[in-house]
């Protein structure tokens, strides 16, 4: 593994975050549903970027996760009050880290990590400061600054230049794979952290490491 790497740069859904911790909340409001939905409202919130950022309709990442839980809920032929909704996007500052994230962040502590997400600041912001190493990370950075969402080059061009490296001194870390074809195509270091036993997207894209968690990337230092 290269030691030349200066900045470890993170996605933040599926990768810091569980996002699927949301379906206890899901469940106490819907039950027999918390799985179901949740799986909904990760797959149509993914989808519903890819397809505003192709149709040049931006709306904030906020935005886009409320209309996918209200799909989510629609298909599971739920009612969605404004508190149920509003309840249930609470849940979505307050996602649980996965168990490795902090220790894995403490030893990395001499370098620069920053967070880079197509999440938007009202949701980054406070998912961040409530956990317990958000004050770890150097730098904390949206696609919402450039209205961009990856894995357009743009945004991890955005990146790029306010972390003020080389690509090449850049390792990014995702647990999707999409997110680590685009970093790869831009010419970012990729760790792909395939949590799912996924296969690699066929796109001629692949990553540098390939690890179960978090921990596989201390091989970087």
């Known amino acids: 593994m290269s030691k030349s790497i200066k900045a470890f740069v993170f996605d933040v859904y599926g990768t810091l975050f569980d996002v699927h911790s949301v379906k206890e909340a899901v469940e106490t409001l819907y039950p027999g549903k918390g799985e179901s939905i949740s799986q909904t409202w990760r797959k149509k919130q993914v989808e519903y970027s890819f397809l505003r950022q192709l149709m040049g309709t931006y709306r904030s990442f ?19 009050p404004s508190e149920i909704e509003e309840f249930l996007m609470e849940a979505y500052l307050h996602l649980t880290p996965f168990p490795e994230v902090h220790e894995v962040l403490l030893q990395l502590r001499n370098k620069t990590l920053a967070v880079f997400s197509n999440g938007s600041h009202d949701m980054l912001d406070p998912l961040i400061d409530h956990s317990p190493f958000g004050e770890l990370f150097d730098d ?57 036993k996924l296969p690699i997207e066929e796109l001629e894209l692949y990553p540098d490491a390939i690890y179960e968690d978090l921990t596989g990337i201390l091989e970087w230092i």
């Open 140 to 196: 904390v950075i949206s696609v919402d600054e450039v209205k961009q969402y990856k894995p357009t080059p743009a945004a991890y061009d955005h990146a790029l230049h306010t972390l003020k490296v080389s690509r090449k001194e850049v390792l990014f870390i995702s647990s999707n794979g999409w997110d680590i074809s685009g970093a790869k195509n831009f010419g970012f270091r990729t760790a792909w952290i395939n949590r799912n």
């Open 62 to 80: 906020w935005e886009i996760t409320k209309d996918a839980l209200r799909y989510a809920l629609k298909e599971n032929e739920r009612s969605i």
